[in-house]
T-cell receptor, first 115, second 114 residues
Framework: DAKTTQPTSMDCAEGRAANLPCNHS???????VYWYRQIHSQGPQYIIH???NNETNEMASLIITEDRKSSTLILPHATLRDTAVYYC????????????????FGKGTLLTVNP | NAGVTQTPKFQVLKTGQSMTLQCAQD?????MSWYRQDPGMGLRLIHY???????DQGEVPNGYNVSRSTTEDFPLRLLSAAPSQTSVYFC?????????????FGPGTRLLVL
């Protein structure tokens, strides 16, 4: 699976959009971009994933560049409860011959939402 | 639907003791995994299972055993606890609904080995 690069930490004001970048320049054609987050002392939580099109759900939006070498997770109106470590992970799905049931979590980005 | 449950939440062991960390899921997921997380680090995969009766090693399997006799349960056994196994342990199960493959994590077990 391709490696990812994320900033160590970011700050965001409450109510503003939080834009978390991720570089994955070695991503291959059948690898998805997954985002998880981990609130302090809790288990990681799935946020969103995408292949090449932009995706949006009730939690966030995912913008993937046309060359797929980078992506941005957008939390449109950050709240204090969004303070967490955010993990960007690239992996192939099981249905694509991959093994995304055993993900590789790096150190992620610590997002701190300030009042 | 309880999702992924783990017991106990906290445990203190003495070096050399053995114990079993329990993990159960009620979502009928085929795939289950165990991770450990040390301070300031990401999660590292210990063992995983692709179905009942099938297990395999992850990145850091030494000192741990697993078994998968049912779809629901995936216990992790520490054979002889060592201080280096002090960590937070997370169990996860994976949904394979079409291409929407995501992991669901339990709340974790915090283990201290003295």
């Amino acid at each position: 699976d391709a490696k990812t690069t994320q900033p160590t930490s970011m700050d965001c004001a409450e109510g503003r959009a939080a834009n978390l970048p991720c570089n994955h320049s070695t991503i291959s054609g059948n690898e998805y971009v997954y985002w998880y987050r981990q609130i302090h002392s809790q288990g990681p939580q799935y946020i969103i994933h995408g292949l090449k099109n932009n995706e949006t759900n009730e939690m966030a939006s995912l913008i993937i560049t046309e060359d797929r070498k980078s992506s941005t997770l957008i939390l449109p109106h950050a709240t204090l409860r969004d303070t967490a470590v955010y993990y960007c992970i690239v992996a192939r799905g099981v249905n694509s011959g991959g093994s995304n049931y055993k993900l590789t979590f790096g150190k992620g980005t610590l997002l701190t939402v300030n009042p | 639907n309880a999702g992924v449950t783990q017991t106990p939440k906290f445990q203190v062991l003495k070096t050399g003791q053995s114990m079993t960390l329990q993990c159960a899921q009620d979502m009928n997921h085929e795939y289950m995994s165990w991770y450990r997380q040390d301070p300031g680090m990401g999660l590292r995969l210990i063992h995983y299972s692709v179905g009942a009766g099938i297990t395999d090693q992850g990145e850091v399997p030494n000192g741990y055993n697993v078994s998968r006799s049912t779809t629901e349960d995936f216990p992790l056994r520490l054979l002889s606890a060592a201080p280096s196994q002090t960590s937070v342990y997370f169990c996860a199960s994976t949904s394979l609904q079409g291409f929407h493959e995501t992991q669901y994590f339990g709340p974790g077990t915090r283990l201290l080995v003295l």
